[in-house]
């Protein structure tokens, strides 16, 4: 079993909090370049890949912003080189809420599609504005019409909590709102100001205030009260799902399953070695037509796959199995964590019954400050 995930680097406009890789798409021809590159660095690397791929995942930036066209190109030409759609068990592609109409629905609905990864952040206008998102909360909810009347019922809808200028009763007006709609699966953020972005200079100016850690913590403290109330399982620290809907992809990359990432910033994993692209749309392009792949590659030492292995496995509900992780990584590693987990076990953050090792729900509030002191 294998994942595939493929970066389109385009998006109509910059979101303030945004640090990922992304550009305006200025013209049709450098769709069809960009989609040519990508199929060409899968017929060079599909090799690194030693299972079937199970799953497909088209991300970004805004896969959306594409040509419709263009995203059928390249699902029929990966199909032609090898990824059999039909066994895929989940089929994603990201898209804005601005962008899904009933037309676009029913085209990504024919490419194979199955589920729909919504950037919706907040359900109130004005919070939408602050941060340059081009949708109002009613476009969300059309779109989610839109994909359903389509056939698509695997929505998934991304919310932010922390916005500049939101509150306790927004956000918590935000969770009615997605809560009404009944998506199969939330993912929910803590907003981050990353340096370099538009956010980051406007909160350095005093042009707008952060939200302050308290009423951070109670937002999430509503998010999971209110989310577990309405039957949905918090089973990583983000994600949300009702039973039987959580993300087939993004929960192979946290159970070390390989993966094979395509375009500019895209970042892949065979169970031993790293590789990924460097952030660079026109060497990219460039590359790709001269059939040259351009991925830099970093093997990992045995410290490094340990300390991998803890900080993905710590991400989920589920946890660190012991028994797993002796297969994968040795006895001596799991002996080395116990003994780091001990404080915190001790302390109420962590969980250690004898088979497992996790976080308690509310700990992942900090669990950032944990893993430094797990890491080996």
């Given amino acids: 079993m294998s994942g595939l995930y493929i970066h389109i680097p385009f998006c109509a406009t910059k979101c303030s909090y945004c640090d990922f890789y992304s550009m305006p798409l200025k013209s049709l021809s450098t769709a069809n370049d960009y989609i040519d590159a990508v199929i060409n660095e899968f017929h060079l690397r599909k090799h690194e890949l030693s299972d079937a791929v199970n799953t497909v995942y088209i991300g970004g930036g805004t896969p959306s912003q594409l040509p419709i066209e263009s995203i059928a190109r390249l699902v029929n030409s990966l199909g ?6 039909s066994s895929v068990s989940e089929f994603t592609i990201e898209a804005n809420p601005e962008d899904i109409d009933s037309r676009w629905a029913r085209a990504i609905a024919a490419t194979g599609a199955d589920r729909v990864s919504i950037g919706i952040q907040s359900f109130n206008d004005e919070e939408l504005r602050t941060v340059g998102r081009r949708h109002d909360a009613q476009r969300a909810i059309d779109a989610i019409a839109a994909l359903r009347d389509a056939g698509i019922t695997e929505i998934s ?3 932010i909590y922390g916005l500049p200028a939101q509150t306790l009763g927004s956000w918590e007006e935000s969770l009615n709102k997605i809560l009404e709609l009944n998506l199969p699966h939330i993912s929910a953020y803590s907003l981050s100001y990353e340096p370099g972005t538009r956010l980051s200079a406007m909160l350095s100016a005093g042009k707008i205030k952060a939200v302050d850690e308290d ?5 999430y403290s509503s998010l999971i009260k209110r989310l577990r109330e309405n ?3 918090h089973y990583e620290i983000s994600n949300f799902s009702l039973p039987g809907h959580e993300a087939r992809h ?4 946290w159970n070390f399953t390989p993966y094979l990432g395509l375009g500019p910033g895209a970042h892949s994993f065979d169970g031993k070695t790293r590789r990924s692209n460097p952030w660079n749309l026109k060497k990219y392009i460039a590359a790709l037509t001269a059939m040259e792949s ?9 410290d490094d796959l340990v300390n991998d292995y803890i900080i993905t496995a710590l991400r989920q509900a589920s946890g660190i199995d012991f028994n797993a992780m002796s297969r ?7 002996d080395t964590l116990h003994r780091a987990a001990a404080p915190f076990v001790k302390a109420g953050s962590l969980i250690d019954d004898g088979c497992s090792l996790r976080f308690t729900e509310e700990a992942w509030l900090i669990s950032d400050m944990v893993l430094r002191d797990l890491l080996q």
């Avoid at 993004?250 to 990359?253: D, K, T, V, W």
């Avoid at 994968?328 to 799991?334: L, N, T, W």
Wanted: aromatic share 8%; proline share 0%.
């Fill in 80 to 85: 032609e080189a090898g990824v059999d759609f």
């Fill in 328 to 334: 994968r990584v040795g006895s001596r590693a799991v």
């Fill in 231 to 233: 039957g949905y399982i």
């Fill in 157 to 159: 809808g991304d919310l």
């Fill in 215 to 219: 009423t951070s913590v109670a937002m």
């Fill in 294 to 302: 351009i991925a830099d590659e970093e093997t990992e030492d045995d």
């Fill in 250 to 253: 993004n929960s192979a990359y």
